[in-house]
């Protein structure tokens, strides 16, 4: 059984033109671990109408991305100088996360998904993990090859009980960091299923019997199938969005 996914897109200049994109990475990982077939959704101003999108889909997916959410989403605090913006993006995502859950739509998100997530419902983020104290610096050295980059970084350790843990059969697992920001305030509703060893919030879910929302801050879709943890996380979304297929038809 395949199923369809939202992706939101990057909105980005390249050249003199705008253009829409997700990672390759992100929708071979959804075709090869999900059985989805991945929909791009363009993050057009102002947004397309969602709610239609949303009637469409078994899933919605949040990637990756050069971009953060700009800071008045979550804070009074301004920007620092240089951080790359998509306020595009964010008009979409921020809404589409709640339009998904409100409708029970199940949602896998990963590193700035993680993040729009946790802003969308109510929380807040360091903009730079490695000056907020007692943290590491999870960030990747662009200096090394990829391989090196999206190799396993730090374990976390996973909630007893949690989506994570039965995924993994497993207590702590390995994951990649590739990521400046983080988590500052848990938003309401959600659960924390992993933490990295500095205390980091690494993925939470949707504290909900019924609802499958998963966010994780690392990057599971690399090389996915050559990883059963990562394998299992998208299997877990697969499972879930048949689940809502079923409930859905009756």
């Known amino acids: 059984m395949q199923y369809w996914v939202g992706v939101p897109c990057d ?3 390249v050249g003199h033109h705008i253009f829409h994109m997700a990672g390759e990475k992100y929708l071979r990982a959804l075709r090869h671990a999900a059985d989805a077939l991945p929909l791009l959704l363009p993050s057009l101003e102002p947004p397309l109408d969602l709610w239609a999108i949303l009637d469409r889909v078994d899933g919605l997916f949040l990637t990756g991305a050069y971009s953060n959410i700009e800071p008045h989403h979550y804070s009074d605090e301004p920007s620092y100088p240089g951080n790359l913006h998509d306020p595009a993006r964010d008009a979409t995502t921020l809404s589409i996360v709640r339009a998904a859950i409100e409708l029970g739509i199940p949602v896998l998100a990963v590193c ?3 993040q729009e997530v946790n802003v969308a419902l109510g929380g807040s983020l360091h903009q730079k993990v490695h000056e907020a104290g007692g943290f590491a610096d999870h960030r990747e050295n662009n200096d090394e090859p990829l391989d090196i980059q999206y190799g396993p970084s730090h374990p976390v350790q996973l909630t ?4 994570l843990h039965r995924a ?9 960091s590739l990521h400046g920001q983080g988590i500052r305030e848990l938003a309401p509703g959600l659960t924390v299923e992993a933490t990295a060893p ?4 690494e ?4 504290d909900s019997p019924t609802q499958f929302l998963l966010a994780v801050q690392w990057h599971p879709e690399w090389k996915v199938l050559d990883n059963s943890f990562y394998t299992a996380i998208f299997k877990s979304f697969a499972a879930a969005m048949g689940t809502y297929r079923s409930r859905k038809a009756k």
């Open 112 to 114: 700035r998904g993680l």
């Open 168 to 176: 993994a059969g497993t207590d702590t697992a390995w994951v990649n």
């Open 203 to 206: 993925a939470v879910r949707l």
């Open 11 to 13: 909105r980005r200049q």
């Open 198 to 201: 500095d205390g980091l919030v």
């Open 160 to 163: 007893p009980g949690g989506i």
